[in-house]
């Protein structure tokens, strides 16, 4: 499966302030996807990161708070905007390879954990 | 519709022991069917999957039945192992949508 790293793995904010998590793969794959997974919860869907076009939100989630970008197969960015405690979550990059058929077979990297004060 | 869930939210069992964990569904147009394993400061690791041609697909000590009928699947750790010590989810989806993941089982096993 695809080796997926994640920068930075850990981070302590401030209110207010952004922060922009890289996700990085070392192979071309089709979909990535940008989750959060809230301290003792189950990972909910941000986002689909859509190589050259604007992602595609789920419910409860905007582009001015969550703003991403995946500029190529391998690459892509999630920026937490004007952070607030509740944003403190583990967030976490997840891809499908282009060898998988179908769209579900999904991998995660190691997350990114967020504490904003 | 949309839901996965996933029994119980806890578990505890003795090393050597089998664990179970349930998960139920609604949406008849699933017909993907993982489990990934987490621990800790960790990101979720696929841990086996099935789809629903099949009534149980056994890898290693891993295995998961599926009964289409009742809409439900489960997995079974067999002589589980201090080190199996994690969170579990389950989660489903149909060829064209995302994931909907369970809302997780932590998994302790003592020695």
């Known amino acids: 499966s695809a080796v997926i790293s994640q920068k930075p793995s850990r981070d302590i904010c401030q209110r207010g302030t952004s922060l922009t998590i890289q996700c990085q793969v070392d192979s071309q794959v089709t979909m990535m996807f940008w989750y959060r997974q809230q301290p003792g919860q189950s990972l909910t869907l941000i986002a689909t990161a859509n190589q050259g076009s604007e992602a595609t939100y789920e419910s409860g989630f905007v582009i001015d708070k969550f703003p991403i970008s995946r500029p190529n197969l391998t690459f892509s960015t999630l920026t937490v905007s004007n952070m607030s405690p509740e944003d403190s979550s583990i967030y976490l990059c997840?891809?499908?390879?282009?060898?998988?058929?179908?769209?579900?077979?999904?991998?995660f990297g190691p997350g990114t954990r967020l504490t904003v004060l | 519709q949309q839901q996965v869930k996933q029994s119980p939210q806890s578990l505890i069992v003795q090393k050597g022991g089998i664990s179970i964990i349930n998960c139920a569904y609604e949406n008849t147009a699933f017909d993907y069917f993982p489990w990934y394993q987490q621990f800790p400061g960790k990101g979720p690791a696929l841990l086996i999957a099935?789809?629903?041609?099949?009534s149980e697909k056994k890898e290693g000590r891993f295995t998961i039945s599926f009964n289409k009928s009742a809409k439900q699947f489960s997995l079974h750790i067999m002589d589980s192992q201090p080190g199996d010590s994690a969170t579990y989810f389950c989660a489903a989806s149909t060829a064209q949508g995302n994931l909907i993941f369970g809302k997780g089982t932590k998994l302790s096993v003592k020695p």
């Open positions: 997840s891809v499908t390879e282009v060898r998988t058929s179908r769209g579900d077979t999904q991998y």
């Open positions: 099935i789809r629903p041609d099949v």
